[in-house]
């Protein structure tokens, strides 16, 4: 009984800060995404495919179910079709804000000791902040950050 309403609770707040898409950016046409498309599509998007040992790919979760959905993978499929990875960008956008280090898609999946939060129900697949997918990531984020005037 205690352990349902425990993780009842940890479901509860977890997905408290999954609400909503990240503030759009000012400065962007409409329309018009400030992430960088192609370097989604050859360093971001094959995060999402990775083997890690101990956890599963993320790809095997965010597929349904959760609030950033990835578009499932067909049988025998290593990769995303043109048409899936734009629409994967499209997903990414919902937990990713433009020059935020604080978005979710770099915190949830980020251990607590390296400064990520403590929501993430696969897991935590980066350990530290030197990680390199990590750093992808983050670099990805940063380069899509609005440019002052």
């Avoid at 205690?2 to 009842?8: D, G, I, M, N, P």
């Avoid at 025998?76 to 990414?92: D, L």
């Amino acid at each position: 009984m205690y352990t349902s309403v425990l993780w009842s609770l940890i479901l509860a707040f977890g997905l408290l800060g999954q609400r909503g898409a990240p503030p759009p950016n000012p400065n962007a046409a409409p329309g018009v995404s400030p992430f960088n498309y192609e370097v989604f599509k050859s360093k971001i998007q094959p995060i999402f495919l990775a083997k890690r040992e101990g956890h599963a790919r993320c790809v095997s979760c965010h597929s349904a179910g959760t609030g950033f959905r990835l578009q499932p993978l067909d049988a025998g499929k290593t990769t995303w079709t043109e048409e899936e990875s734009r629409k994967n960008f499209e997903a990414i956008q919902r937990v990713a804000a433009p020059g935020n280090l604080k978005s979710r898609i770099l915190m949830h999946p980020l251990a607590e000791a390296a400064g990520g939060d403590f929501f993430h129900n696969g897991g935590k697949h980066w350990q530290s902040q030197d990680d390199p997918e990590w750093q992808a990531l983050k670099n990805w984020i940063v380069a899509a950050a609005p440019k002052a005037n």
